[in-house]
DNA sequence: ATCCAGGTCCCAG
DNA sequence: CTGGGACATGGA
């Protein structure tokens, strides 16, 4: 456990005595796109949208405070949102065996890889191919501000992403006048084999279902999260605007499969960098890096995605 | 202005 | 199976 204990605060827990836990690195290292930093220079204190809720989060000291998050509502998500039920201090001295990834570890002392909600990080990381993180951020939060619940928090609104339910009623035309592209089209087309996937599922209980409905059950997300390592790397690029990259970050962030090893432009760069894998295709490195790091490449990855991007490192 | 961004799709060989 | 171009969008 990275912490020491939890205490209830008015309207906010404590959690004593935090290893391992820095804001900074956790909500700046590209794993998540609703969270910002509330004050500038404050490096420590975040806001975000998370599971129905605008939470805070800020370090003092050795402390983290969770602010309009009460002791039922962090047992039951929050803890697992942040991965507080895992031992970094161990994750980190099993990785800095490597000796090539010691100074990327040590950059990014601070991670902690969230576990996320599965349907918002498939669509999040759909409107990721082939973008900019801030563009992505803004898209995120139009598609949450026209399809999702409103949110009041010290006055302010704000807006929950949608379920599949509500995201459904979205056409592509109208996700296409939100500023996402050529995204549009996989969003849509998920979206509605995600629902129709649900629906099925929900019609299963009381009825047969024909052929032609069957054939939807494959896209039940709640029963890809379940599927081992590759069936379920398979099963997510069976979704429109869903390759190699994309599956293995939501594997990684939203469905607890740690091995996986997303590689983008920065992994890439940064395992050329530190590993001199030159000149090898992408799915070669994700091989490389599975069978380099195991059961923890997921979580290497980040170390190595933050390192490379913070610095942006170069290589010829 | 041209290039590029946490890639995917689609087609040719 | 592998390599290369197209694809919306907008900021640098």
Not at 38 to 48: A, M, S, V
Not at 55 to 83: A, P, T, W
Not at 136 to 165: D, L, M
Request: proline share 3%; with cysteine; hydrophobic share 35%.
């Amino acid at each position: 456990m990275d912490y020491k204990a939890v205490e209830i605060l008015e309207n906010e827990i404590r959690l004593r005595d935090v290893e391992s836990f820095h804001p900074k690195h956790i909500f700046e290292c590209g794993q998540c796109f609703r969270w910002n930093r509330i004050h500038e220079e404050d490096e420590t204190r975040f806001q975000g949208i998370v599971h129905g809720k605008v939470i805070r989060v800020h370090l003092r000291g050795q402390d983290v405070h969770l602010e309009n998050v009460n002791m039922e509502e962090f047992n039951s998500f929050y803890k697992e949102y942040f991965d507080l039920g895992r031992d970094y201090d161990k994750v980190k001295k099993e990785l800095r065996k490597d000796p090539l990834l010691n100074e990327a570890v040590k950059f990014g002392y601070g991670i902690r890889v969230l576990n996320q909600e599965p349907f918002e990080t498939l669509i999040s990381f759909i409107l990721s191919s082939n973008n900019l993180i801030p563009k992505i951020k803004e898209g995120i939060r139009k598609i949450s501000e026209k399809y999702g619940k409103e949110i009041v928090f010290h006055g302010e609104t704000f807006y929950a992403f949608p379920t599949p339910q509500e995201l459904s009623q979205a056409t592509e035309e109208e996700l296409r006048g939100l500023g996402v592209g050529y995204r549009a089209k996989y969003i849509y087309e998920t979206t509605q084999a995600v629902r129709g996937a649900e629906l099925m599922k929900e019609a299963e209980k009381t009825r047969a279902l024909t052929e032609e409905e069957k054939q939807l059950l494959p896209y039940d997300l709640s029963m890809i999260a379940q599927l081992p390592e590759e069936a379920c790397h398979k099963a997510l690029q069976s979704y429109s605007g869903v390759g190699a990259k994309v599956a293995d970050c939501v594997m990684l962030f939203s469905m607890k499969k740690k091995e996986a090893f997303p590689v983008d432009v920065w992994v890439k760069k940064a395992m050329m960098h530190f590993y001199g894998a030159e000149g090898t295709n992408l799915p070669k490195i994700r091989a490389f890096g599975q069978k380099q790091f195991g059961g923890l490449a997921g979580i290497a990855q980040q170390y190595l995605f933050y390192y490379a991007r913070e610095k942006k490192i170069r290589v010829e």
